[in-house]
């Protein structure tokens, strides 16, 4: 029973790595198929073993926030997965901006912490609907 959660949760860290490289630019996935691998075994071991441990140690400031700090839980450990696979770069990009019907996004330079920011956003969406779709 529980190496099926592992293993299916190992799958849908897959999907949201590779779906991240597939949408942002400044995220790119080198070595094919054993580098998403490895970074997805990196980032389901770094959710299970380390993440627990950084939210016991950020508790207090979680409690005062009201868990608005959680977000940058998620920002540290996927700084921390980049950190031991170097085939997963998370660099800085030029969003070259958006425009339809009216509605106007403009051109951004995101710098890489806001990169960062923004891959763990996808990352936690594409997870929680991918368990969701699941159960």
């Known amino acids: 029973m529980l190496v099926k959660k592992y293993l299916r949760l190992f799958l ?5 790595i590779w779906l991240l490289a597939k949408i942002l630019p400044g995220v790119s996935l080198s070595g094919g198929y054993q580098g998403l691998v490895a970074a997805a075994i990196a980032l389901t071991v770094v959710n299970f073993a380390i993440k627990p441990l950084v939210n016991l140690l950020l ?3 979680n409690l005062i926030t009201l868990g608005a700090f959680r977000w940058l839980i998620n920002v540290l450990t996927l700084y921390l997965v980049t950190l031991v696979i170097p085939q997963l ?3 800085a990009f030029l969003f070259p901006g958006y425009s339809h019907q009216g509605f106007i996004i403009p051109e951004i330079y995101l710098n890489t912490f806001w990169v960062f920011v ?5 990352i936690s969406l594409v997870t929680v609907f991918l368990v969701w779709l699941i159960d």
């Open 12 to 16: 849908i860290n897959c999907a949201a």
């Open 59 to 61: 508790l207090p400031i």
């Open 89 to 91: 770069k998370i660099a």
């Open 118 to 122: 923004l891959s763990s956003f996808i």
